[in-house]
């Protein structure tokens, strides 16, 4: 447990952050290829997640429901893009009750298409819209390369389907989710990102627009951290939904549908992470603080179970026993962990009636009168929260950069990265040369970018935006 | 909506439970055969268990974790027990990603196998012991004769499954799981139920000995409720899996696994509901009170906001404000849905500052002053959720029978039915006879039945106890 033990976090991430998955027992991998097992500290992380956003979800008037895993193949087929972008992707159950079966299941990549059938047969009247309905569950696509929590074939997620008589409507709902993305990212996992909306290529399959909210990671990759689709009246036609207005007049209902899924947990790792390992912001942290008297001194034990029972109640707090580990030992295990704040109770401070507080994000050590523990343990936990999300931001700030060559976009592909700010004339010929080139896709065109005119980076061509480029994962 | 379109209750319960549940829109069919979906007011009820349990099993100490979906077919080979007896459920996936499995998946129709081949993997020494480990999850037992929440297919479920270096550890985690279903039962569900232990032929495939919960329906069928699971080493041997303890030997872990699943729903429906719908117990109602302003009433639909607005932070309120139905549908439709409190809200009685309150359970109607009526709300849902509970108890008290002669047994069998307690030697030949003879089958040795000689019911053989007979779901 000796930090030496992590690779190298600035040399490749990737590596460091397979190693500190498995080493702070976030997650294993699975015996089925590309699936994982989220152990007891990584699964308290998507819990966290869920209840924050759930929150929202339901405040926002979505109701919970729960949709079969299995997808007839029938289904999938009836909306064109949506089979051809999943089709190469699909768990396919053919054997049932030791019979074969008649027509082959798809384990669901996606449930829109099995969610809009029942939503056909429930409705009739434009009374009858709109449908709000999230459902939290397990979603399969099969994944050649995977990668603990970023890429598995298993993962897990929430996702939002709704229907509206109009399209304004369902637009207000495709944005209501993507702030309350945002929102569960800057407050509960202190990370910053760019809203915005996905080129053609990079849209959903079946999607009128897709949009995403992008987060930039310490190598200068882009994570596309949850997304947002318009799907306009492609499902509703596909599936010959219509609904009679208030007009008596047909018509097919406009919808749209959102995910969030355990990837989040993968950028979580990456935004805060460090050489010594894992560093949680304290609202979504399992353990915001552990105790750890310090070994062999006498009076230690006593006084830190007495503040675990003093602090349990108000925050989450662990109390380190175990009895045959050095004090080094213990301090590497909790950074490792990422626990924000360390208490060292020791006989030495206790004389004096006080303990030192460690901070996780900045290693500094800070010596707190007891009387006034809990207070300084709430100050700190809101720094802590803060200045996370400040580092982020400010990282990503440092990262963005707004090119007006082609080689200047080449150059810092190939050293920095980073999100690039670039005019692009929207062709998908153009997009791919430029991927060809340097390994950049389109992100997003963020919401909050206004009309320039300009020059396609790569061709030439008149631009009115500057989109946002990275390489992805 | 009229109350005449239910099934009748005391004639078919089977028939009555399906029209509630597709009426009250708690579920309905899924394309798939044998899956259902769980609309937002079923699901509502999952997640009241949910919380409910996941307290307790979180203050037991036990975390929440989540396991791959697929489990290797030859991972469930390695209990032979365990894969006799769910071999003809499986349903299995044989292609991923557009090419055929090296090896076929089952999709899990329990977790043992899976998650016990990862124990081994994180164990060395007893240090590591007890694992305490719970997941929420979805379950695949392929099945041709369904019922809704009853026995479909897939459904959801929490599976504890924790590993202890002593069987008396393990057995204490056993007999916890199982009061904690007795508790979830009682005071959230209100229902009324035995705890006890199976006999060799119903106990689950690979378990040394399971335990149960078993309620009583109004029709005089059983429904096993939950179980919980001494598995003794059967697993750990299978595995060969081995930790050293203190004295440096090996040992093979003592395990045991529990679970509770969707069927609790429909213990739920059947258990409170009567002729004119669902009947729910104010803890798990998802909505407690509903209040209706009576339709052409002046003040009512402004009061009637006013009440909302005052009650909507105590308890689980929804106002009816639909304006082209009748008093009577309304009426209907929320007692269809089971919720335990109206408020209907009327001129006439609003000038003299009250408001009615009709009891689902009972159906009386109660005047209230309106200073008085967050107290008397208060008041009430105690009072029904207590009512619901007594009256289960007694319903089930009352047809449980304590029979001395085979032909009183089979009498029972023919006409009201119920729990039976008789002696039984014990032997699953003369269990067989029985079950052909009656349809009757063993549900458990209660916990709590007392040593007492006898002869069994069917063979004269000397026996013991007094074993629970039941015909079951």
């Known amino acids: 447990m000796a930090k030496s033990q992590l690779k190298d976090f600035n040399k490749d991430l990737s590596e460091w952050f397979t190693d500190v998955v498995l080493k702070a027992e976030l997650a294993d991998y699975a015996p089925v290829k590309g699936c994982m097992v989220i ?5 308290a992380l998507w819990e966290g997640i869920q209840s924050f956003l759930d929150k929202l979800i339901k405040e926002k008037g979505v109701q919970n ?79 050649k390369r995977t990668y603990l929590f970023l890429r598995t074939s298993e993962f897990l997620w929430q996702e939002g389907h709704c229907a509206h008589l109009t399209h304004e409507e369902s637009m207000n709902m495709v944005l209501w989710a993507l702030d309350a993305y945002e929102k569960t990212y800057n407050d509960l996992l202190a990370m910053y990102g760019i809203k915005g909306v996905k080129s053609d290529s990079e849209k959903f399959a079946g999607a009128g627009r897709t949009y995403s909210f992008e987060c930039l ?23 010959d939904w219509t ?16 995910g969030l899924s355990t990837r989040a947990i993968g950028g979580l790792i990456m935004a805060h992470g460090d050489q010594n390992g894992l560093v949680f912001p304290p609202n979504i942290a399992p353990i915001q603080v552990v105790i750890v008297p310090i070994p062999n001194h006498k009076l230690a034990p006593i006084k830190s179970q007495e503040l ?22 213990k301090f590497n295990k909790w950074e490792l962990k990422g626990v924000p704040l360390r208490i060292e109770v020791g006989d030495r401070d206790l004389a004096s009636s006080s303990v030192i507080i460690h901070r996780r994000d900045t290693g500094e050590k800070i010596t707190v009168a007891l ?103």
Not at 317 to 328: F, I, P, R, Y
Not at 395 to 405: L, P
């Open 308 to 329: 675990k029972d003093q602090l349990k109640n108000k925050f989450r707090v662990q109390l380190d026993q175990v009895d045959d580990e050095t004090t080094g030992f």
């Open 39 to 43: 152990r007891p500290y990584g699964y």
């Open 243 to 258: 609904v009679q207005d208030k007009n008596k007049e047909k018509i097919f209902p406009w919808q749209n549908s959102w």
């Open 371 to 473: 009387a006034d523990l809990e207070v300084k343990i709430r100050d700190l936990l809101s720094d802590v929260q803060n200045n996370l999300f400040t580092k982020h931001k400010k990282f990503t700030e440092e990262h963005t950069f707004t090119v007006s060559s082609y080689d200047e976009f080449k150059k810092i592909m190939t050293t920095t990265r980073g999100f690039i700010k670039a005019h692009w004339c929207e062709d998908s010929d153009c997009e791919n040369e430029i991927k060809k080139d340097t390994k950049a896709t389109t992100r997003c065109l963020p919401l909050d970018s206004k009309e320039e005119k300009g020059k396609c980076i790569r061709c030439g061509k008149d631009s009115h935006h500057r989109w946002l480029f990275a390489l992805s994962y």
């Open 65 to 143: 429901a729960y949709f079969p895993l299995f997808i007839p193949m029938h289904y999938l087929q009836k909306e064109k893009e949506h089979i051809a972008g999943f089709s190469p992707q699909l768990a396919i159950v053919t054997i049932g009750g030791g019979e074969k079966l008649s027509e082959n299941l798809a384990v669901r990549p996606t449930s829109e298409t099995i969610m809009y059938d029942m939503y056909k047969k429930w409705t009739n009247s434009w009374r009858d819209l709109p449908i709000l309905i999230n459902q939290w569950c397990n979603i399969v696509r099969w994944e």
């Open 217 to 239: 990671m310490p190598n200068g990759k882009a994570l596309q951290s949850a997304t947002s689709h318009d799907l306009g009246q492609n499902f509703s036609k596909s599936f």
